[in-house]
């Protein structure tokens, strides 16, 4: 075979190889990003809702690609399964809401060590098998975002207003009262008259709700830092007929509050924001691929802002999102 | 009953013709479907053949395919148990009590079997003493060893596993060679020399083909189902080290629904659920084809609800497929 000849039969067989090769979907274009969103469960969704603020990031950043899926229940095992086949795909980075966040630690750390960038949001991963967290939000940011929704829902700012939280020993209601204390010297027309327990029970918070709204026939405000107490407040003075006397406020899901919202109890409550926490975990993800370090800095996450993460890698990404009549009926769908 | 014949086979090779029936072997009809998805996954991602990605793609099976293996033996024999995954949530937890105690790793895995065979136990004198059917016995027992479970641990979790404890779930033997890999082709093989050369594999075939007969002809039937009970919870045990040890920690409601894969690993490997029927050898195959076929479907990132629904399908299709082409003597019992 003379040289010309070697030459064409070479480029014929690479030419075969490459075929089938343009077929695989999987494939990588040509300095792409790619980045694992793994959900809890497929199915649900809230992570329908973070897939579409990832892609939106995605959009936005250019030449990313965003691989969303997770398994069918909430096992760990299920999750496991998922990640070793992204660490298999090459993937650059993956992030992960943990169904468990000890049982994930070994397969994120062999996916560190292939090189990936792994990151947790919303549900943290244990601090050895991820660099950063991205929390929703934080304490600090949640406190402060109640008082503005009690000052918010009390006719201008004032007036007396009362706290339907979980359990006494529950840790997240404690610290965001404690938060909502410390701020509230700067709503001066904000009084807090008391702080009672519905154990997060839909007929122990009703009653305590009901409670409240005999002890104090003034109050304006009911603050529940509960997704299961702010319902259960709402439907206790929709029947004690207080509605537009008395508003109804704190931290719920858009599917569970959208009635309220329609029935005037609720003018507006918060929660985070699924997209935004979709769209930033991507921006963090790609961040890090590009050579950002992450804990104890600030990364920049697009629209949002920017991020600090702590010493130890967790970093919240924004006060909670106000929900109102204006967009309650557009998350009801998603969550 | 051609598996019982499996050895007598062998044995007359001028018996029948060389040609169809011998290409029909649901072995074979695996062993292809293997090789073709296999063919199809390497095709289709450009990730599949590489030797790391199919070492970790046996990580996802192998501790339901070792406890197939001796759930195979159980269904040849005619009983069934669905309590494994309760079984081996509650060998996790007692090993995670007993690693937290400061125990080594030698004496947590220990824990791990020996809970397992109790379990096991418990099971067959369930059904072999106090006559409990199989499969209401270990629907109990199912809830049993999972409430065990929760009642200890609630929702926490003990992870105070010794760094070494990790080698069983994580561990490779030589290159991309995994410990569990080697493990349960090791098991595998004893497994099939076992059922297929040896007395006991041949009465536990008879007592699940016709415990009656078996009995009548001096097999002492109950003390061999109880045995397999005993060993099906050991090996439970055994897995339940792997999977812990590779989670790294332990919470109650690890191997939910394990019971189910586990079967459906057996059935499909041909084994009849009516007993008396079937192969190791078609257990592991069928193993290896519902890693291939998972594993090769989410490289591609085919939805977990997808691939329920091909597993579903695979089952039912290579069962329709061989009653169709008229397996000789596969649906024939008594």
Same mark, same amino acid.
């Given at each position: ?146 008082? !503005? ?8 700012? !004032? ?22 204390? !410390? ?51 709402? !439907? ?100 | ?15 029948? +013709? ?21 063919? &199809? ?24 395919? =070792? ?49 397992? $065979? ?13 006559? /409990? ?24 979790? &003990? ?11 994580? *561990? ?9 890999? /080697? ?11 076992? $059922? ?16 009656? +007969? ?16 005993? $060993? ?10 792997? $999977? ?9 409601? =690890? ?40 594993? *090769? ?11 329920? =629904? ?25």
């Amino acid at each position: 075979m003379d040289r010309r000849g070697f030459i064409k039969t070479t480029a014929a067989v690479l030419g075969a190889a490459a075929v089938p090769a343009g077929f695989a979907g999987s494939a990588r274009a040509a300095g792409e990003i790619r980045v694992g969103l793994v959900a809890k469960s497929l199915g649900n969704g809230f992570f329908v809702a973070v897939d579409k603020g990832a892609e939106e990031a995605a959009k936005q950043i250019g030449n990313v690609k965003i691989i969303f899926t997770g398994p069918t229940s909430t096992t760990a095992e299920g999750q496991i399964e998922v990640i070793q086949s992204l660490i298999d795909q090459h993937v650059d980075a993956i992030a992960i809401s943990a169904n468990d966040p000890d049982a994930l630690v070994p397969i994120c750390k062999r996916a560190m060590a292939r090189g990936i960038k792994v990151i947790s949001y919303d549900s943290a991963v244990g601090q050895d098998g991820r660099i950063v967290h991205v929390a929703p939000s934080s304490d600090e940011l949640i406190g402060q975002a109640l008082d !503005k929704l009690a000052a918010a829902a009390a006719p201008d700012g !004032k007036g007396k207003f009362a706290i339907v939280s979980a359990t006494p020993t529950s840790t997240n209601q404690n610290a965001w009262i404690a938060v909502m204390k !410390k701020y509230l010297s700067q709503y001066p027309g904000l009084e807090l008259v008391s702080t009672v327990y519905g154990n997060d029970l839909a007929d122990d918070s009703y009653r305590e709700a009901t409670a409240l709204l005999q002890k104090y026939p003034d109050l304006k405000v009911i603050v529940s830092p509960s997704s299961v107490g702010i319902v259960a407040s709402a !439907k206790a003075v929709e029947d004690a007929k207080k509605v537009g006397q008395v508003y109804v406020t704190g931290l719920g899901l858009p599917s569970e509050c959208a009635g309220h919202v329609e029935a005037g109890s609720i003018k507006s409550f918060a929660i985070w924001n699924p997209i935004d926490l979709g769209y930033a975990t991507t921006y963090v993800a790609v961040d890090l691929v590009n050579g950002a370090k992450g804990p104890g800095n600030s990364l920049p996450d697009g629209r949002m802002g920017k991020i600090s993460f702590d010493a130890n890698g967790v970093g919240a990404m924004a006060v909670p999102f106000t929900y109102d009549k204006s967009n309650v009926e557009q998350f009801a769908k998603i969550f | 009953m051609s598996t019982l014949s499996s050895s007598v086979q062998a044995r007359e090779p001028a018996r029948k +013709a060389f040609g169809w029936k011998k290409l029909l072997r649901w072995e074979t009809l695996l062993g292809l479907v293997v090789i073709l998805d296999f063919l &199809l996954n390497a095709k289709l991602s450009p990730y599949f053949l590489s030797p790391w990605t199919l070492s970790d793609a046996s990580f996802n099976f192998t501790e339901r395919a =070792i406890m197939a293996l001796p759930m195979a033996l159980l269904i040849i024999a005619g009983e069934i148990d669905i309590s494994v995954g309760s079984t081996m949530a509650m060998a996790s937890v007692l090993m995670g009590l007993v690693a937290q105690a400061g125990f080594g790793t030698p004496m947590v895995c220990l824990t791990g079997v020996v809970v397992g $065979l109790i379990a096991g136990g418990i099971n067959g004198v369930l059904v072999t003493v106090f006559r /409990v059917p199989s499969i209401v016995a270990t629907i109990g027992t199912l809830s049993l060893f999972r409430g065990v479970a929760y009642a200890v641990i609630g929702d926490g979790v &003990l992870k105070s596993y010794k760094p070494d404890f990790a080698y069983f779930g994580q *561990g490779y033997v030589w290159g991309p060679v995994s410990f569990e890999l /080697v493990l349960f082709l090791v098991l595998a093989i004893i497994f099939a020399i076992v $059922l297929h050369t040896t007395v006991t594999g041949r009465r536990i075939f008879a007592i699940g083909a016709n415990p009656i +007969a078996a009995r009548l002809s001096g097999i002492r039937v109950d003390a061999y189902k109880f045995w397999i009970f005993v $060993l099906l919870g050991a090996v439970s045990g055994l897995a339940s080290v792997l $999977l812990t040890s590779r989670l790294g920690s332990t919470r109650p409601s =690890i191997a939910t629904g394990w019971e189910l894969e586990v079967i459906t690993m057996v059935i499909l490997g041909g084994i009849s659920i009516d007993g008396g029927q079937g192969s190791i050898l078609g257990v592991v195959l069928s193993a290896l084809l519902i890693g291939c076929v998972t594993f *090769g479907l989410s490289l591609l990132n085919v939805p977990g609800i997808v691939l329920a =629904i091909v597993t579903g399908g695979l089952l039912i299709g290579v069962v329709a497929l061989s009653s169709i082409v008229g397996y000789s003597g596969r649906r024939r019992r008594h």
